[in-house]
């Protein structure tokens, strides 16, 4: 009767642990805490802020980045998303400039998203997590809210 009870056993773990891996999601290599290197960072037309931190925190619907910055002014801001990486629109909290994110990864280390703004893309972000994992760079542009265009690449150093 054990063999019996053990080979009912092993055959429902065949069937149920490869469904359980593949519903957990994919190693985000820009999971953590980043600061950004101003230094190492153009900012076009805009003055550089004193300072932002990204926190990629990996849950089962995604990734969540919340962006913590501090403009030139002193002024802070928050501003926070999901990352599903499959080009379905998700919501954006805090950024004056678009309200909603689309996310695509194109391999391991490089995902690229478009900005939308009321439903319309207005900017684009392509973001690259280097293969040592130490850092992540975001090229964007965007079409800016008050009618100009902003270029920028960003550093980031891992924390």
Known sequence: ????KS?????????????????????????????LNIAKSTFGSRSPPKSETRIYTVTSKGTRVVIEDEAA???????????TYDGKPQMLSGNP????????????????????????VIGTLRRVVSEDGKTLTMNIR???????????MSVYERQ
């Open 1 to 4: 009767m054990n063999l019996w």
């Open 73 to 83: 002014d002193g002024t802070k801001s928050k501003a926070e998303t999901l990352l």
């Open 97 to 120: 400039d678009y309200d909603t994110v689309t996310t695509k990864r194109i391999d391991r280390y490089v995902t690229t998203a478009d900005l939308l703004r009321s439903g319309k």
């Open 142 to 152: 965007l079409d800016k809210a008050n009618g100009t265009t902003e270029t920028a």
């Open 7 to 35: 080979i009912v056993l092993g055959s429902a773990l065949a069937l149920v642990l490869p469904a359980a891996f593949a519903a957990q999601p994919a190693t985000d290599t820009s999971a953590g805490t980043w600061t």
